[in-house]
């Protein structure tokens, strides 16, 4: 995909995914004062706020494992923002889709992990 980034591929792919899944994709790249989400998708009641991470190899560890506390810190308040502002109370989870083209540009990997923190 000329002029597409690799985090862009990674988010078309997790989009993807996803969809396969049954998820119902809400939100991409929901943007607010507090900041950007890659994904927030709903399955039944649930909202589900989406990190995607993709990566060209595992060289520095698993995608997911760049998801640190503060990063996480940050997805809690921006889930809580957008639950306000669109009157959720309904469940919210919190995962990671990981996108790995080690070597296999046609074939990622894809590791959806719920409940990632």
Request: hydrophobic share 40%; proline share 4%.
């Amino acid at each position: 995909m000329l002029g597409v980034s690799l985090g862009q591929q990674g988010e078309a792919v997790a989009v993807q995914h996803l969809l396969q899944q049954k998820f119902v994709i809400v939100a991409k790249n929901y943007r607010c004062p507090i900041g950007e989400i890659d994904l927030i998708a709903s399955q039944g009641r649930t909202l589900h706020f989406i990190e995607v991470k993709t990566r060209s190899s595992v060289r520095f560890g698993r995608p997911a494992e760049a998801v640190n506390p503060a990063k996480q810190h940050k997805l809690r308040q921006l889930a809580l923002y957008y639950t306000a502002k669109v009157h959720h109370e309904g469940p919210v989870d919190f995962g990671v889709v990981e996108v790995l083209y080690d070597d296999d540009t046609a074939n990622p990997e894809v590791n959806f992990i719920l409940g990632a923190f």
